[in-house]
């Protein structure tokens, strides 16, 4: 059987740290390593908007990633700017294309942490741009520990694409690695894991076959269930 290919978005520096003169990119390792292991071929996507076509034909699914920047808050109508947002315009505007492209086509995509929040923008959704100013009792979502380790509880919602995923378990436990969190739900979206405190931790599509977005990183692997969530997309991708 043909394995699925599986785009994947990259973040990208200028010059300085791995390449003192010229711009490069980047990529955690366990973002390969999951679609690899899943059954999937890793593609690693460079910010080449006018291949965005040309890419998500030739994809059976995306997976979004996360990474220390932020979608800028213009892309949701805010001029206002937090003073801990770091933005990369280049890379979300990217980003957002071949979001659209992949939904276009139905084909399974799947947002993880920031990447959850470029799906969110990409259908007309907001953010909130800092949860310790904004949502000043919330939990701490920037855990202390390694991301291996699980940080707090999520509730799934029933009647989702996620509760099925889950085993129909309504809690799991999740990491935590993000100051940002969607505020707004985008159109055609649904909410399909809350934190205690109310933040948003899941979205998904319920009338496509797979466009998920998660707060947390699965590609730790810190319970079964992301494990479990990693299996159900790949297998979306392979099901084309």
């Known amino acids: 059987m043909k394995k699925p ?12 740290g791995y390449s003192e003169r010229y711009p490069w990119y980047a990529l955690r390792k366990n973002y390969t390593d999951i679609i690899c292991q899943a059954g999937g071929i ?10 965005v ?3 998500t034909h030739m994809l059976d699914g995306l997976l979004v990633t996360g990474g220390a920047v932020d979608v800028a ?28 492209n992949i939904s276009a086509l139905s084909k399974p995509c799947l947002g993880i942490c920031g990447g959850m929040q470029v799906l969110n923008v990409a259908r007309g959704g907001s953010l ?10 919330a939990l701490n979502h920037v855990q202390k520990t390694d991301r291996h380790e699980a ?5 799934v919602l029933a ?22 969190c969607v505020k707004n739900v985008g159109h055609g979206l649904i909410v399909n894991a809350i934190a ?17 977005g998660v707060q947390w990183h699965p590609e730790f692997h810190v319970t079964e269930h992301d494990h479990a969530l990693i299996e159900r997309f790949i297998a979306k991708c392979q099901n084309l």
């Open 151 to 155: 940080s707090h509880w999520v509730s």
């Open 5 to 16: 290919i599986v785009g994947i978005t990259l973040d990208s520096r200028g010059i300085g």
């Open 128 to 137: 909130y741009q800092d949860i310790p100013t904004q949502l000043p009792e």
């Open 196 to 212: 205690d405190d109310g933040v948003i931790e899941g979205i998904e599509d319920p009338h496509l076959p797979f466009f998920m």
């Open 73 to 100: 808050p213009e892309l949701y109508g805010e001029l206002s700017v937090h003073p801990t947002v770091i933005t990369n315009l280049e890379r979300t505007t990217f980003e957002i294309d071949v979001v659209k």
């Open 42 to 51: 890793p593609v690693a996507l460079p910010h080449h908007r006018e291949q």
């Open 159 to 180: 009647d989702s694409q996620m509760f099925d995923v889950c085993g129909k378990n309504n809690r799991i436990q999740v990491n935590s690695v993000h100051h940002q």
């Open 53 to 55: 076509k040309n890419y």
